[in-house]
């Protein structure tokens, strides 16, 4: 099952955030719900129950309502028509692929085999076709909110929604190559490159980069656009995001870290605990810009810090 990818959320932020997809049991839902861990990158989870020990549907549907009030917002289940017949074609699929598997009659029948392997395809498009029709007409529960119809193409859209409201205060930076939760090894030899720039070079344009290496893209598109590189008179200085001129909605964060720092002045800090405040909601940060945003705010703080 493909994953519910936050689509506006990631245009608008660059930031690619999801929800699992699964089916679960009725009977075991609450259990499930109860138990569920977020896995790096994945914001929630949409659950299409199945009622696989023959519950009614007013039964299932108060189900998921009740556990859906009790759930948190990273939980969405849904409830089609369709999801009885998914458990008919389901065992029935179970029950070919043992015949298949474990009937010894059908080693010595060709013809026996072709009608089983016919039916076995012909009941798994049947069942292909079942989950889309109950992923395009379920009835969606979430907290605090009433059962809500959508349609599959309306739940990247709902998916948005629920990462804008958790992650109001993410950042903007659209730069594929870091704002990620796992970098890959060029682009993080690209971000080391970078970092030893932004230390070795601070006061140069450009950090003293010539052409257009990774590193440079990176430059551009994390210190230059944000206005955290900026040109001071002649020379260049890193900068703290001003309030009311925050393309990237950096100032947040910043303000964010500045207090922690403030609040815990009695003690030493570490940058672990601000790459630990970023990661939360309502910021939300991915693993592959900390390190740079991390030194972008000492620097633009090095008189205090």
């Known amino acids: 099952l493909h994953p519910i990818?936050?689509?506006?959320?990631?245009?608008?932020?660059?930031a690619l955030r999801w929800f699992d997809v699964n089916f679960i049991p009725a009977h075991n839902i609450d259990k499930f719900t109860k138990h569920y861990q977020l896995q790096p990158g994945t914001i929630g989870q949409f659950l299409l129950v199945i009622p696989t020990e023959g519950e009614n549907q007013e039964r299932v549907a108060k189900l998921?309502?009740?556990?859906?009030?009790?759930?948190e917002d990273n939980t969405v289940i849904g409830l089609s028509e369709h999801s009885?017949?998914?458990?008919?074609?389901?065992?029935?699929?179970?029950?070919?692929?043992?015949?298949?598997?474990?009937?010894?009659?059908?080693?010595?029948?060709?013809?026996?085999?072709?009608?089983?392997?016919?039916?076995?395809?012909?009941?798994?498009?049947?069942?292909?076709a079942e989950l889309r029709k109950a992923f395009d007409d379920a009835i969606w529960y979430r907290h605090g909110d009433a059962p809500k119809q959508y349609r599959q193409a309306e739940l990247n859209t709902l998916a948005s929604e629920i990462a804008d409201s958790r992650?109001?205060?993410?950042?903007?930076?659209?730069?594929?190559?870091?704002?990620?939760?796992?970098?890959?090894?060029?682009?993080i030899a690209a971000q080391n490159a970078l970092l030893r720039r932004m230390v070795l070079y601070s006061g140069k344009e450009r950090l003293g980069?010539?052409?257009?290496?990774a590193e440079g893209g990176l430059l551009k598109s994390l210190l230059e656009a944000p206005s955290l590189y900026v040109r001071a008179s002649e020379n260049w200085r890193f900068?703290?995001?001003q309030k009311d001129n925050?393309?990237?909605?950096?100032?947040?964060?910043?303000?964010?870290?500045?207090?922690?720092?403030?609040?815990?002045?009695?003690?030493?800090?570490?940058?672990?605990?601000?790459?630990?405040?970023?990661?939360?909601p309502p910021f939300g940060v991915k693993d592959g810009l900390l390190p740079i945003l991390a030194v972008a705010f000492i620097l633009s703080y090095r008189d205090r810090l």
């Open 64 to 71: 998921c309502h009740d556990v859906a009030s009790q759930s």
């Open 84 to 128: 009885w017949n998914i458990v008919t074609f389901a065992r029935e699929l179970m029950a070919l692929e043992s015949v298949k598997h474990d009937r010894p009659e059908l080693a010595g029948d060709a013809v026996a085999r072709r009608e089983v392997t016919a039916r076995l395809m012909a009941l798994q498009g049947l069942l292909e």
């Open 246 to 280: 925050d393309p990237c909605r950096l100032h947040p964060i910043w303000e964010a870290a500045t207090n922690f720092v403030e609040t815990n002045a009695n003690r030493m800090v570490t940058v672990s605990e601000i790459y630990d405040l970023w990661r939360q």
């Open 167 to 187: 992650f109001y205060q993410s950042p903007k930076l659209h730069n594929e190559i870091l704002n990620r939760h796992k970098p890959s090894s060029s682009a």
């Open 239 to 241: 900068a703290a995001p």
């Open 5 to 14: 990818l936050a689509k506006r959320h990631y245009h608008d932020t660059g």
């Open 209 to 213: 980069i010539t052409g257009y290496p």
